[in-house]
Nanobody, 122 residues
Framework: VQLQASGGGSVQAGGSLRLSCAAS????????MGWFRQAPGKEREFVAA????????RYADSVKGRFTISRDSAKNSAYLQMNSLRSEDTAVYYC????????????????WGQGTQVTVSS
């Protein structure tokens, strides 16, 4: 499956952005989807994940209550709604697909999008 992330941009602290991840292929509904991010000089970190049915989600503690992951299998897309953004949310955000069990670990994901930049100014 091929993934294309979009929706990044520059926003002031407290603002919102919605990231989208468009997937190619007819088996999107079989994949768990995850969002990760990488800030300059830091390792890639888990943000959120949703299982293939949309019935189970996982969030990093740092984004709980602010970010919401969702998916629309009819549109072959996953989304990350980001509210109450903080300067520490600044990073390149990546979407990823995993054919196994929903995971918070990057190594579990088989397919990755190209990343979209999110910049939050204080």
């Amino acid at each position: 499956v091929q993934l294309q992330a979009s929706g990044g941009g520059s926003v002031q602290a407290g603002g919102s952005l919605r990231l989208s991840c468009a997937a190619s292929g007819r088996t999107f509904s079989r994949y768990n989807m995850g969002w990760f991010r990488q800030a300059p000089g830091k390792e890639r970190e888990f943000v959120a994940a949703i299982n293939w049915s949309g019935g189970s989600t996982r969030y990093a503690d740092s984004v709980k209550g602010r970010f919401t992951i969702s998916r629309d299998s009819a549109k072959n897309s996953a989304y990350l709604q980001m509210n109450s953004l903080r300067s520490e949310d600044t990073a390149v955000y990546y979407c990823a697909a995993d054919h196994g069990t929903i995971s918070v670990y990057a190594l579990a994901y088989d397919y990755w999008g190209q990343g979209t930049q999110v910049t939050v100014s204080s």
